[in-house]
């Protein structure tokens, strides 16, 4: 009977399919080594941050005496001095070059080690914990010739063992609980409307291996797509070049009550690859379960969806789901097995924890579940219910209307819209409660961001200064004579004495708030900023390895205040202009994109804070497919309908074309709905806002490096209405492309379920491909046009490189390419027996 099931499957091209997907995700997995820095993020380094900024006053040396402070201060001065690690970008993935790094990494360490002995340095517990693995991990690395793997230096020694390990959500967790989900989502709902299943029941067979034939099919092709993906990783990174770094050997700290303890690379993939055969075998039982329970074959696909995305977005932001009751948590399997070091943003500032493992046991619990699941299945078999259709009593008058109503006559329509609203509203909480907390901090004059860098970056700096000067007051006395030494401690405290007045000065900034005077509150952040230039004299480009921070976010955020002063706009920007604008390079992109300066959630800004904080825009594109798209397979699946359609006199080409025209009208009533619906959330909440405020739309194109503080000619400012109704053209024209392409699919696929997913592989190739085009190709391709935020505002000419990418070409490009396929698909479609 298994046999059977796997035949069957095979048959039905299903292992294609499979195949194409472990590509992809081998592909993905390349592609995320490219652009990211894939870290081992075993402890908060301590090495390079002990005696950073190591003065008198550091806590670090706080107990020696001032002989021995003034040695250690001037020993490591020297020594920073002279040490240089061997950057050398050419001998990336070179494994000699590797290891010489990891030399330098741990002579560093050991002359840390040196100094902490040297003077008796005692380190408080959580440092010397911190200090004790670091040794360790350094001694370990000599020791078995393997590379460091810290954020500055990963990519010296990327390797597919690091990356399996590093994306193990979206390798063995995520990727295949999607792809079983659609592709077995009516295992078992599909034989009680075709009636097979009654077949099965004549046999001499039960239940029992009816129900557990399909389940272990299941699993075998999840595990499967498992060695696939795996093999297929190890293959392309070798064709791209990619060293192997003993990548096996690395080791992943175990967060446990216990300090030195660890897993190597290849034990933590192996208890990886079990927890996701685990994790398998209960969504596969999970699978069975709804398909037994719903006769509609689309309900389970579209409840597992719903609880990932849902799961996901909640679990991000809320730590009580972070347990064993939530499956899709478990997917990750890493922190899972190991625990992990949590990153939490909040207003800008960086807090990081360490969160303790679970440990593999729970998997075995999982297990157990999922033979309870397949038990009810059987014990459920024979029972239909939840099953629920929708009749339309209206006249359909043309083919137009019975395409149409093919699409929505399901009452999975109206779930799946339920679900979308309850995930938009979801969102538009996260934000709402981030605005409050932000307006709660413009309150406070002590909080604000300004407020507190001043403090650190001013007062206490300067403090610090004065400190270590007048501990070198005897010295300075023998070089430079004692009316030196007072006048320069008199400039100091006068100094000092100007910053705290300074500070009271841009206390007034929450009473500005209070006041809603946008015209003095953005005055006073204009001031601040350049004082900031100005006085501080920081250097507004700082060049570090791997990071990038240029001066266009200080150009961009001047600009907007001297408007929004201009306007006497309302106040609604909490922070100072740190990664603000989409020529910074962001090392830690996912939190601070998670966060948008202006607190305005307003009907008019909702949807670009809603952009800005998620990626809104391919959400939208998303779920919409998914809940339009169908095309022949809607006549292919309900009894053969399309041999109907085809004793009519109707031209085929029409049908193609009233099949994708019915599709996108109801794209577009759907896109309308759910932007209006975000928009009332922000109107009962803040009203419609300002419809003029601005936004920076990007109009040229500079080179990194040249733009400076002077540069003011790359850039200009849109109102948010105008970038709203180009977010709406674009994803209407970006739904209409979709459409096209799995309407043209539509004609070779059976299964509704098999053409959502395959229009996906296909998406997901044509992105991966474009990834190795070179830029003067991306821009004539469709594929580098499926995010509406960065082409809204123009940041499209730097995502990719190109002063010609903008929205006309990407127009003309579009139309073209779905022009191309619409012909194509009309041609066939005479040709191609449905």
């Known amino acids: 009977m298994i046999s059977f099931e796997i035949k069957k499957i095979y048959k039905s091209k299903l292992f294609l399919i499979l195949i194409l997907l472990s590509i992809l995700v081998s592909a993905y997995n390349l592609y995320i080594t490219k652009v990211t820095n894939i870290s081992i993020r075993n402890e908060k380094s301590l090495n390079g941050s002990l005696f950073l900024g190591l003065n008198h006053k550091s806590e670090i040396i706080k107990n020696l005496n001032d002989d021995d402070k003034n040695k250690i201060v001037k020993e490591y001065s020297e020594y920073t001095i002279n040490f240089e690690y061997p950057w050398d970008d050419s001998k990336i993935n070179d494994e000699k070059y590797a290891n010489d790094m990891t030399r330098a990494y741990y002579k560093n360490f050991l002359f840390n080690d040196f100094l902490l002995k040297k003077y008796n340095i005692s380190l408080n517990l959580e440092q010397k914990k911190i ?76 239940k029992f291996k009816i ?22 990783t190890a293959i392309i ?54 398909s037994t329970i719903f006769k509609n074959k689309y309900l389970p696909a579209i409840l597992i969806s719903f609880g990932l995305i849902i799961s996901t977005i909640i679990t991000n932001k809320f730590d009580l789901l972070r347990n064993v009751y939530n499956p899709f948590y478990l997917l990750n399997f890493k922190n899972i097995l190991n625990g992990f070091i949590s990153i939490d943003v909040e207003l800008n500032v960086i807090n990081s924890f360490r969160v303790k493992p679970i440990g593999f046991n729970i998997y075995l619990i999982y297990l157990s579940l999922s033979f309870i699941l397949v038990l009810l299945s059987v014990y459920l078999l024979n029972r239909n219910f939840l099953y629920y259709s929708f009749k339309c009593n209206k006249k359909i008058k043309s083919i137009f209307n019975f395409e149409y109503f093919k699409i929505i006559r399901d009452k999975t329509f109206l779930f799946m819209l339920s679900g979308v609203l309850a995930i938009l509203i979801i969102l538009f909480i996260n934000v709402y409660i981030k605005d409050i907390k932000s307006e709660s901090v413009l309150k406070s004059s002590d909080l604000t961001p300004l407020m507190t860098y001043y403090k650190i970056s001013e ?24 009316k030196a030494f007072e006048e320069e401690f008199n400039r100091l405290e006068k100094k000092l004495l100007e910053r705290e007045k300074r500070i009271e000065k841009y206390r007034i900034e929450s009473e500005y708030y209070d006041k809603k005077d946008g015209k003095n509150f ?45 306007k006497n706009i309302e106040p609604k920007v909490l922070a100072w202009p740190i990664f603000s604008s989409e020529y910074e390079e962001r090392e830690i992109s996912n939190e601070i994109e998670d966060f948008d300066n202006i607190f305005d959630h307003s009907a008019s800004y909702i949807h670009r804070k809603l952009f800005k904080t998620y990626p809104l825009d391919l959400f939208i594109l998303a779920i919409v497919s998914f809940m339009v798209i169908g095309g022949y397979t809607f006549d292919k699946e309900n009894g053969r309908q399309i041999d109907l359609i085809n004793t009519q006199p109707l031209n085929k080409r029409k049908i193609y074309l009233f099949k994708l025209f019915s599709t996108f009208l109801i794209a577009i009533i759907l896109t309308i709905l759910m932007l209006l619906f975000i928009s009332f959330l922000g109107f009962i909440t803040k009203g419609i ?15 990194i490096s040249s733009i400076s503080l002077n540069s003011k000619n790359y850039f200009s400012f849109i109102p948010i209405w105008v970038y709203n109704l180009k977010i709406f053209i674009l994803l ?39 990834f190795k085009l070179p830029n003067y190709l991306k821009i004539y391709s469709p594929f580098s046009y499926m995010s509406a935020r960065y082409i809204a505002n123009g940041a499209i000419k730097i995502k990719l490189n190109s002063q010609d990418a903008n929205i006309l070409l990407m127009f003309i490009v579009i139309l073209i390419f779905t022009t191309v396929i619409n012909i194509m698909g009309m041609i066939l479609s005479n040709k191609i027996e449905q």
Request: hydrophobic share 45%; glycine share 4%; charged share 15%.
């Open 459 to 482: 007062t206490e700096q300067l403090e610090n200064e004065i400190t270590n000067f007048s501990m070198m007051k005897e010295d300075y006395i023998k070089l430079h004579g004692k």
């Open 211 to 232: 129900i557990l034939s399909k389940w272990i099919s299941i699993i075998i092709y999840g595990i499967t797509f498992i060695f696939l993906t795996i093999i297929f």
């Open 689 to 703: 806002g300002d419809l003029n405020f601005p936004i920076v739309q990007y109009d040229r194109l500079l080179n």
């Open 237 to 290: 990174f070798n064709l791209n070049g990619y060293n192997w770094h003993n990548g096996h050997l690395e080791i992943y700290r175990i967060f446990s009550d216990k300090n030195i303890d660890y897993t190597i690379a290849y034990i933590l993939l192996i208890k990886i690859i079990l927890s996701s055969i685990i994790m398998i075998t209960f969504f596969a039982g999970l699978i069975i379960l709804l």
């Open 732 to 770: 209407i024209l970006q739904l209409y492309m979709i459409i096209s392409i799995s309407n043209f699919i539509s004609m070779f696929t059976k299964r509704r379920l098999t053409l959502i997913f395959t229009t996906l592989i296909t998406l997901a190739s044509g992105l991966l491909i474009n």
């Open 131 to 206: 200090w004790d693995w670091e040794m360790f991990e350094s001694n370990y690395m000599i020791n078995t010739n393997t590379p460091v793997s810290t954020q500055l230096m990963s990519n010296i020694s990327s390797n597919p063992i690091r990356t399996l390990i590093y994306n193990d959500n979206v390798t063995f967790g995520v990727s295949i609980v999607v792809f079983l989900t659609f592709i077995f989502s009516g295992i078992i709902s599909d034989e009680k409307l075709s009636n097979t299943i009654n077949l099965a029941k004549t046999q001499p067979i039960s």
């Open 522 to 566: 953005y005055k006073l952040r204009i001031d601040q900023i350049n004082d900031i230039l100005q006085n501080d004299k920081i250097i507004p480009t700082v060049k570090l390895k791997n990071f990038l921070y240029f001066p266009s976010s200080y150009n961009e955020t001047l600009s907007l205040y001297k408007y929004l002063s201009e």
